[in-house]
């Protein structure tokens, strides 16, 4: 599971005094306890592994974001700082689909939903995300459904 190997190289990053890595896999752990503990809250059980993928990227976005905004304020250790967090975390997200898996994966989807119109792009995205979990940017790849629904 993710947790267990998130807590080993807890571990081993305390163990080499890798402060970065350290305080970037502490801040993900108390990232996944606090999505449990709202998951909790709406009576769901804790976050399987295809969910916590979605968190992971979800973090990784901010600091993406967090990473333009330094960069347009001139503020360079900030943003190598947000850099480092980004590789740490994605260390954790399985290999990302080339742009052309992408549009095959699509394909395949709306072959899948019998997909004619915007109306079932939902349904698309749905059988996407059941499938692909951390594998494709879900932002880029709903611009390249709408496309293929609407063209």
């Given at each position: ?15 080499a ?7 970037t ?10 999505a ?10 804790p ?5 916590l ?6 973090m ?18 900030l943003?190598?700082?947000?850099r480092?967090?980004?590789?740490v975390?994605s260390a954790?997200?399985p290999k ?6 992408v ?10 939903t019998?997909?004619?119109?915007m109306?079932?792009m ?15 940017d ?8 709408k ?5």
């Amino acid at each position: 599971m993710l947790r267990d190997d998130i807590n080993n190289a807890v571990k081993e990053a305390m163990k080499a005094k890798n402060e970065r890595k350290l305080s970037t896999l502490r801040m993900v752990n108390s990232t996944i306890k606090n999505a449990d503990i709202a998951a909790r809250g709406e009576g769901k059980p804790p976050l399987s592994d295809a969910d916590l993928l979605g968190v992971f990227q979800k973090m990784i976005k901010q600091r993406q974001e967090s990473v333009e905004l330094y960069d347009k304020g001139g503020r360079a250790e900030l943003a190598a700082q947000e850099r480092e967090e980004i590789a740490v975390i994605s260390a954790y997200l399985p290999k990302q689909m080339s742009d052309d898996d992408v549009k095959k994966a699509i394909t395949a989807a709306i072959g899948e939903t019998g997909a004619a119109g915007m109306k079932d792009m939902g349904k698309v995205i749905g059988v996407l995300k059941t499938k692909y979990a951390g594998q494709m940017d879900f932002g880029k790849a709903s611009g390249l459904v709408k496309a293929a629904l609407t063209g």
